[in-house]
């Protein structure tokens, strides 16, 4: 137990470090370090790109009364001393550290050019770039977009439906996450939109006037957007915690990093159990309130309670006013169950404002969001000691 209130360093404010900080605020000390002074909505950076969001919230309007939001990049963590480096020079100490930096533009060295000529969109100054490229472009010049997951999927409709002469490049299917009953629904929007589709095509190099494919095919493309997977950030690894192949820090279920029980993760950067959970809004939310409710339960002297919540389906907008919603199980497996039209623009919509909704009220009455549970069912679930034992250690 605490003699004064505990002193709680959230790194990251996207949906989970935000969602955590405000839940925390009824009883610690927090402050929340990021990067840039305003709320980045990362469901709508590929409406940002094409001029169509803003994109971007008011912390005032998203973080409860008395959380701190320093502007800074964390460089280093280190536990031993339980501060934070920051690149401007200076630390900053903590009792609990909620580790919520989220996921960014996959690792793309692998792909010669990407890195010089390819255009993400995972992170708001990306899809800045990509917005002011776009803005010089000749209304006919060919737009390509590498990869057809969500982001891919949703990024190819907003720049066809403005009339954009739009290319969808795909390593297998488009929407591989898609029934079959969605995925048809969304060839037949793209195929209305004219986005011409390249299917179980690799894309093996990129240059400043098109890319290579894996059977030596040069295509023309004036602009090539990259939205082939998602990394995570290496502040994790390189602060020695150890972490998945991909960067997400190990974790128990309730959350807690496998190496230090003062720091706890949400979000796209954890790996509970080793089995993380699918990197999306809807994952980011319910984690980072686990996260909070972690932390809060050691304050208090209690034992946190274990991840437990459940997914409810995925929403694709392709441009304003069309869409796809397909419905799953808890555990997130796909249903049959899907609409398309009008009606599932506006479903995925009212979502993406439900989201930003809970925040505020997170904010203004801590502990009163809530979210579906009963659909984590992870093969793993040693205990923190377990896991130390048996995990290698980091190279």
């Known amino acids: ?25 009824r009883k610690a000390a927090v402050t929340v370090v990021n990067p840039r002074p305003h709320f980045v909505q990362r469901t709508r950076l590929h409406q940002f790109a094409v001029g169509n969001h803003h994109a971007s919230g008011d912390y005032r309007k998203l973080l409860a009364k008395g959380v701190d939001l320093l502007v800074d990049t964390v460089t280093r963590i280190e536990p031993g001393t339980r501060t934070i480096r920051l690149a401007s020079g200076g630390t900053v100490g903590y009792d609990y550290l909620v580790y919520a930096v989220g996921s960014t533009a996959t690792r793309r060295a692998t792909v010669p050019g990407v890195e010089e000529f390819a255009f993400p969109v995972a992170e708001f100054e990306h899809a800045e770039r990509l917005q002011y490229a776009l803005s010089s472009l000749e209304p006919e010049a060919v737009v390509t977009v590498v990869g057809a997951g969500l982001t891919g999927l949703e990024t190819a409709g907003e720049l066809a439906e403005q009339g954009r002469r739009t290319r969808l490049v795909c390593s297998g299917v488009i929407g591989p996450m898609l029934s079959e009953k969605a995925r048809a629904a969304t060839y037949e929007r793209l195929a209305d939109l004219q986005v011409e589709i390249i299917e179980n095509a690799r894309v093996t190099r990129v240059g400043p006037d098109g890319f290579t494919l894996d059977d030596d095919t040069v295509v023309e493309s004036a602009i090539t957007v990259w939205t082939a997977g998602f990394g995570v950030p290496e502040l994790a690894r390189s602060s020695g915690f150890r972490t998945d192949e991909l960067g997400r820090i190990l974790t128990d279920e309730t959350m807690t990093s496998i190496d230090d029980d003062r720091v706890i993760a949400a979000g796209d950067c954890a790996a509970p159990s080793g089995e993380p959970v699918r990197m999306a809004c809807q994952s980011a939310l319910p984690t980072g309130l686990a996260a909070a409710d972690t932390v809060l339960s050691r304050i208090a002297g209690e034992e946190p309670a274990n991840l437990d919540f459940g997914f409810n389906g995925v929403g694709v907008s392709l441009g304003r006013h069309v869409g796809v919603v397909q419905f799953h199980e808890r555990d997130d497996t796909p249903k049959e169950q899907a609409y398309s039209g009008r009606i599932a623009s506006t479903i995925k919509d009212l979502g993406l404002k439900a989201a930003m909704a809970g925040l505020r009220v997170e904010a203004l009455r801590p502990g009163t969001m809530r979210f579906l549970e009963g659909g984590r069912h992870p093969s793993n679930t040693a205990t923190t000691e377990d896991r130390s034992r048996t995990e290698q250690p980091m190279a």
């Open 1 to 25: 137990m605490f003699n004064t209130r505990p002193r709680v360093v959230v790194i990251g404010g996207g949906y989970a470090g935000t969602v955590a900080a405000n839940r925390m605020s």
